[in-house]
């Protein structure tokens, strides 16, 4: 039987609540009722062949019946007699919505929300409308929400630490999880002249909207045994901000940039040089540092599609760097301790050169098999030292 149930009625209703458009009409919304659902009932044959169970059917649909109206239409049968069956059934507010699908106590909550925002930031009761589920996840939190957006609207730009806005039960770490929701509510709210669109995202959003953000930091390493930065004996290994790394000014001739941390602090000694710790995607933290485009600089990734995409990604700040074991005899010679790239880059990438753009190729084509990786770490030591003994002098 493909007569409408009751559970049908409400599924219909339920898709409406899904799709936020009930909450969303609470909020000033497109109005929904009165709304005719959608009924398939038995044609007048099947009046005829199975009364029965049109009987029960119509009996199921009125019993349900309270949320909803249902209209009946008189059918004459010249066996039967009159009969009522219903003709449609009508859904005539949004209280009978709610009720009928059990929604009443959140239908309350987001009401009260509403009532909340209009007191205190009524601007952004367009963004409950738009998204009223999410705004019902975070009810416990909205107060709070709305009490760090009036305090940035109270200090535009402030260039303060987000640890430092002062608000009952507001910390750090309640920002730090909230950075997407109030990115959406300040974007809103604030004036343009107070948003930075140069930064976006989790990573951006101090600097969007004018807090101090915790400095970029870059991690190097002296080769050069007879160059001291600092007065202590051994390895340097030396963290600095990113501000203070640009304001440098050393007599290195040749900066090595590598991924892997073993390798960066097992990298051997050369002459005039220096190794930085990389971090992947994203070198914003370099970029400061105008003095590195008068070095040498190679990087050394792995051999796979995402090694190459970091290295093009390196160049559209430096472009005069240089790949380091990125190369098919370092891949080959290694062919033993390859792996499998879980994901690989698929776009062109148009800073390589012809020798690295074949070899990126290669390994987006599956040229030696499925997916196939080198990662740094794997290549061995001596045959580092061999190569760099081919280009520099080392100790």
Not at 2 to 27: C, E, H, M
Not at 268 to 293: C, E, K, R, S, T
Request: aromatic share 10%; hydrophobic share 40%; net charge negative.
């Amino acid at each position: 039987m493909t007569w409408t149930t009751p559970a049908d009625l409400k599924t219909q209703v339920q898709r409406l609540w899904d799709r936020g458009l009930l909450l969303a009409a609470l909020a000033g919304g497109e109005p929904l009722f009165p709304r005719r659902l959608v009924l398939k009932g038995p044609t007048s044959r099947e009046l005829s062949e199975r009364f029965p169970e049109v009987r029960d059917w119509i009996a199921r649909i009125s019993a349900a019946s309270g949320p909803y109206r249902i209209e009946w239409r008189t059918v004459n049968h010249r066996v039967l007699g009159v009969n009522e069956i219903p003709a449609q059934i009508w859904i005539d507010s949004l209280e009978d919505a709610f009720r009928l699908i059990g929604r009443r106590r959140e239908a309350e909550r987001f009401a009260a929300l509403l009532a909340l925002t209009g007191e205190s930031r009524p601007e952004l009761t367009v963004w409950q409308a738009r998204r009223p589920h999410r705004a019902l996840e975070l009810a416990e939190e909205w107060p709070r929400l709305l009490a760090v957006v009036t305090w940035c609207l109270n200090h535009l730009r402030p260039a303060v630490y987000l640890r430092q806005i002062d608000l009952p039960g507001v910390h750090t770490k309640f920002i730090e999880g909230h950075k997407a929701v109030l990115a959406e509510l300040l974007d809103l709210v604030l004036p343009e002249e107070a948003i930075d669109g140069a930064y976006g995202g989790a990573s951006g959003f101090c600097r969007r909207y004018g807090f101090l953000d915790k400095p970029s930091r870059v991690r190097f390493r002296v080769l050069d045994p007879a160059v001291r930065l600092l007065r202590t004996e051994g390895d340097h290994d030396i963290t600095l901000t990113e501000r203070s790394f640009a304001s440098l000014d050393p007599s290195f001739s040749t900066v090595f940039i590598t991924e892997n941390e073993i390798n960066f602090l097992a990298f051997p000694d050369v002459p005039g040089g220096m190794v930085l710790f990389g971090a992947g995607y994203g070198f914003d933290n370099l970029a400061g540092a105008d003095w590195l485009h008068q070095k040498k600089i190679h990087y050394w990734g792995d051999i796979d599609t995402h090694g190459f995409a970091i290295l093009n990604q390196l160049r559209g700040l430096f472009p005069h760097a240089r790949s380091f074991l990125m190369d098919q005899q370092t891949l080959l010679v290694h062919r033993s301790l390859w792996g499998m790239e879980p994901q690989q880059e698929m776009a062109d990438l148009a800073r390589l050169n012809d020798e690295e753009r074949d070899l990126y190729d290669q390994l987006r084509c599956h040229h030696w098999g499925d997916r196939v990786r080198l990662e740094q770490e794997r290549i061995g030591f001596d045959f580092l030292l061999d190569c760099l003994g081919c280009v520099f002098k080392t100790s």
